[in-house]
DNA sequence: CACACACATTGACAATCATCGATATAGCCG
DNA sequence: CGGCTATATCGATGATTGTCAATGTGTGTG
């Protein structure tokens, strides 16, 4: 295939494509930052996680309060808020014993400012 | 653990929880539904396939322009796109040989909505 | 100090996934 | 009809992931 002239526009290096539009597309690396935070809420419990933290008393929850809810471990959660945490979602702040996590302002118009400028 | 009555405000049905404010958060259906949508954005390919449609002439794509920019074999090119297709993202339009995959009108849209009605 | 509690980390395991090679389907052209 | 081309599907395989039990860490309390 893609000899010499054919009639599809086949391009000849591989990077820069075949659309004379705005954006070049993504790059690798940019792409790859991308999805980062799109694996993060791949998961139903994590969505769920995000959810009810938003959705709590002065925008905070600590653990305890979530593994009933999810019906999930507590291992479990910690692993998933430690993802969201990475992922620039969630803020964890600890006080005491009780480690408090919260939405990290703008993180979620960050996110879909990532999926509008595709 | 939940033994009976602890300090913490241990919801006894695990379903409705203890947020007092705007929604009861989301239920596991509606958080596996929109999970879906987003495991199929949890990925750096899928991401360059559909900057590379959105920003191709006319709005389409056909598979034999998606595999060399993204240097993949053209079965996993057609596999990442179906999964982008079942997630409604993209449309399929088979015209002679080829296949043209095409964003649905308000997808990028409604994903955002999927993130900002947490 | 000793104990209890809230949370994090580790190790293991089953399930899902991304990728590839091989093959199947189907439209076009000689 | 017979080959060629574009795409889809299948089977296998290595990598990633979600979950749990067990354990570690640090903080408050008797």
């Given at each position: 295939m893609n000899s010499a002239e054919t009639l599809e526009p086949t391009?000849?290096?591989?990077?820069?494509?075949?659309?004379?539009?705005?954006?070049p597309s993504l790059d690798d690396y940019e792409a790859q930052l991308r999805a980062s935070v799109f694996k993060a809420l791949a998961d139903p419990n994590r969505l769920r996680l995000l959810s009810i933290v938003k959705g709590s008393e002065g925008g905070e929850a600590c653990v305890c309060d979530l593994t009933q809810p999810l019906n999930l471990g507590q291992p479990t959660v910690s692993h998933h808020l430690r993802i969201l945490v990475d992922a620039g979602l969630l803020h964890r702040e600890k006080r005491g014993t009780w480690a408090y996590y919260s939405l990290v302002p703008g993180a979620i118009e960050r996110t879909t400012g990532l999926l509008a400028s595709l």
């Open positions: 391009a000849v290096d591989a990077e820069v494509c075949c659309e004379p539009s705005g954006q």
